[in-house]
């Protein structure tokens, strides 16, 4: 199973950017679609992003025109860009992948089988 690890989260202030990335121990041109999820304590992991093999992407309707997900299979490697940030931007982000062939559109969290272990962002005022 390939294994993902997630860098680049820490300390940004609110109006800031950080950059994040998701590096796959194997190639993740198999993968149908790559995901960001985030989770505040107490609360359900929710989708932040995702990017299908062909480039089709969805987004949280809270972060649409400030985040930016992208890939790049020569590097095994999923990014996501975040600027503007907002407090409320403040979780632990996932990087998560997916063989499950469906529109982007209607994805869920139960297609995704391999998580990473997740990377600490937190926005200050």
């Known amino acids: 199973q390939v294994q993902l690890v997630e860098s680049g989260g820490g300390l940004a202030q609110a109006g800031g950017s950080l950059r994040l990335s998701c590096a796959a121990s194997?190639?993740?041109?198999?993968?149908?679609?790559m995901a960001w999820y985030r989770q505040t304590p107490g609360a359900r992991r929710e989708l932040v992003a995702a990017?299908?093999?062909?480039?089709?992407?969805k987004y949280l309707d809270s972060v649409k025109g400030r985040f930016t997900i992208s890939r790049d299979n020569t590097k095994n490697t999923v990014f996501l860009q975040m600027n503007s940030l907002k407090r409320e931007d403040t979780a632990v982000y996932y990087c998560?992948?997916?063989?499950?062939?469906?529109?982007?559109?209607?994805?869920?969290?139960?297609?995704?089988?391999?998580w990473g272990l997740g990377t600490q962002v937190t926005v200050s005022s």
């Open positions: 998560a992948a997916t063989n499950q062939i469906r529109p982007i559109g209607t994805i869920r969290f139960s297609d995704f089988g391999s």
């Open positions: 194997g190639t993740i041109s198999t993968f149908h679609a």
């Open positions: 990017i299908t093999s062909d480039g089709n992407t």
